[in-house]
């Protein structure tokens, strides 16, 4: 049994952050993707919900937009879940528990 606050066996600390991250970025721009393919559609049909496929200028700006965003995302899930990982003896005393 694991003792509260410790880690499962495989990868620990910083690797670990990093790993999430290799998976979190493309899974995140994948489904951002697909997103604004229906929000595309639905801006040039009024309405109908589907996908369209924009024009290759429209495009690079979607994918751009995408990537920026995911890497936003990525980066700050990899800062908070570090944060979250030192526990509050690690943060100071505010977060401690009082005896």
Same mark, same amino acid.
């Given at each position: 049994?694991?003792?509260?606050?410790?880690?499962?066996?495989?990868?620990?600390?910083?690797?670990?952050?990093?790993?999430?991250?290799?998976?979190?970025?493309?899974?995140?721009?994948?489904?951002?993707?697909?997103?604004?393919?229906?929000?595309?559609?639905? =801006?040039?049909?009024? $309405? +109908?919900?589907? *996908?369209?496929?924009?024009?290759? @200028?429209?495009?690079? %700006?979607?994918?751009?937009?995408?990537?920026?965003?995911? =890497?936003?995302?990525? $980066? +700050?899930?990899? *800062?908070?879940?570090?944060?979250? @990982?030192?526990?509050? %003896?690690?943060?100071?005393?505010?977060?401690?528990?009082?005896?």
């Amino acid at each position: 049994r694991l003792h509260e606050g410790a880690r499962p066996p495989g990868l620990q600390g910083r690797r670990a952050g990093m790993a999430n991250q290799a998976i979190v970025f493309p899974v995140t721009c994948v489904f951002f993707f697909l997103e604004a393919l229906v929000h595309y559609h639905i =801006g040039k049909t009024g $309405g +109908a919900i589907g *996908l369209s496929w924009p024009p290759p @200028d429209e495009l690079v %700006k979607i994918v751009v937009s995408i990537v920026i965003c995911s =890497g936003l995302s990525s $980066g +700050a899930t990899t *800062l908070i879940e570090g944060f979250l @990982d030192k526990g509050p %003896k690690a943060r100071g005393k505010a977060g401690a528990k009082k005896d």
